[in-house]
């Protein structure tokens, strides 16, 4: 690859460059806070902002990952006063999404070979003979793009098509910086994650903790085997009868999906969905993990457990998780709920034509129902069936969370979960990391 002149960027800089070495050089920068995108990535978005917090807050917490809502980013406008009226600006600023999570731009420079990429702005579409295929959308006819977009306006439309670009180009880098030397040979375990839906050609590869129940729901529903999200109940959707997975298929079948289906994945801010994963399996009553996996945490971290804590496993602490997870000798192993997702997924084994994010689940679901030609009246469910009483896991609960453990601890955690951060785009959620 032919690096790009970035600000802090060397030209010479090994493409194999340890995580140490890089954070090395971010500290002689002095550049921390703004290290994944000016030291490292050549993305064409800046990392994922903290979605919860207000603009009051930003000058207290430089990690956060949310911008306000009501500031466009630099970039954006300047692209804007070039390329359209100001009616259409005025058009853009009512209609655009403001739980969009991408919008601190003012760090980010697009390159001459990004802005070309940019106006190719593919659209996945199915063929007449089945299968799946990228289009660009600036080239669709009025009536098509009236019935492919739905509720999305053009310029909303081009953005998120644009978005798509930008982040399956992000992780091609990555792949080709960290992951250049893995096998290329897809087998059954890389794919024992993604289900089918054949109906619509879709292959989804599940990410618990982002939208993974109501995502299954929806899938089943596309297939026609039940009337809507909302009458599927929680075990229903993960119980195996009704969605098939891809690893079951032979191997034929499994490489013609892979090569003519949709495939899409949907993340989440990696620490964010550690601490979902803790309080619905650990924290909260559920005897199948307390069992599995809260009887040898217990036993292995706490000084002097109870006899009663021992014969449940009900009440792992969240320092004694983390210190399971962060043990190379674990006593019971790793767990998909908490699992990276780059492992769960393999992206850079399997060229995925979407890359959603759970952070703005609602319009980026929405348009890949669109792109993938479903029903208008077919949407991703928001409900929450699993401790339907507890708050979602925000940002201010996960750092209320990170605060019980020590500040190596968090800068641990932050390493587990590295590859995570780097490609899928998000930034560092505490900021005296390295």
Known sequence: MVCLRLPGMKLRSSPRQSRETLSTQDRERGKSDNYQTKGVLSSLIPPMQFPHFEAGKQTATPGSREQSRRTSSPVSREQSRRTSSPVSREQSRRTSSPVSREQDMTVVHVSKRQRKLLK?????????????????????????????????????????????????????????????????????????????????????????????????????????LAPNARSIKHDTAHGGRYLRELNTFDRKGIMHRLETYTKFM?????????????????????????????????SKYRA???????????????????????????????????????????????????????????????????????????????????????????????????????????????????????MFNYTKPFKDLY
Not at 189 to 203: G, P
Not at 268 to 293: C, G, I
Request: aromatic letters at 12%; glycine letters at 4%.
């Open 304 to 422: 002097n457990p109870s006899p009663e804590a021992l014969n449940t496993g009900n009440g792992v602490t969240f320092k004694e998780f983390v210190q399971y997870l962060l043990d190379v000798h674990r006593p019971v192993g790793m767990d998909i709920h908490w699992d990276q997702t780059n492992q769960l997924c393999n992206p850079c084994l399997i060229d995925y034509n979407f890359i959603g994010k759970f952070e703005n689940m609602e319009e980026e679901s929405n348009y890949l129902l669109r792109l993938a030609g479903a029903p208008p009246n077919v949407t991703l469910p928001s409900f929450k069936d699993r401790n339907p009483a507890d708050k979602r896991t925000s940002t201010d609960i996960t750092q209320k969370y990170f605060s019980q453990v020590s500040a190596l601890e968090r800068q641990r955690m932050y390493d587990f979960y590295y590859t995570d951060y780097l």
């Open 266 to 298: 949907f993340v989440r801010e990696p620490l964010e969905r550690m601490v979902s994963a803790y309080r619905d399996k650990l924290e909260n009553p559920n005897d199948y993990y307390h069992n599995l996996f809260g009887k040898p945490i217990i």
């Open 120 to 224: 190719t702005t593919p659209r996945i579409h199915h063929t007449t003979d089945g299968n799946s295929s990228l289009s660009s959308s600036t080239n669709s006819s009025p009536a098509s793009f009236r019935l492919a977009s739905g509720f999305f306006t053009p310029d909303k439309w081009k953005k998120l098509a644009d978005v798509q670009i930008a982040r399956r180009q992000l992780m091609k880098e990555m792949c080709a910086k960290y992951k250049s030397s893995i096998s290329r040979t897809i087998t059954a375990h890389h794919v024992r994650n993604l289900f089918v839906e054949d109906k619509y050609k879709l292959l989804y590869c599940q990410v618990p903790k982002a939208g993974c129940s109501n995502w299954k729901r929806t899938l089943i529903v596309l297939a026609g």
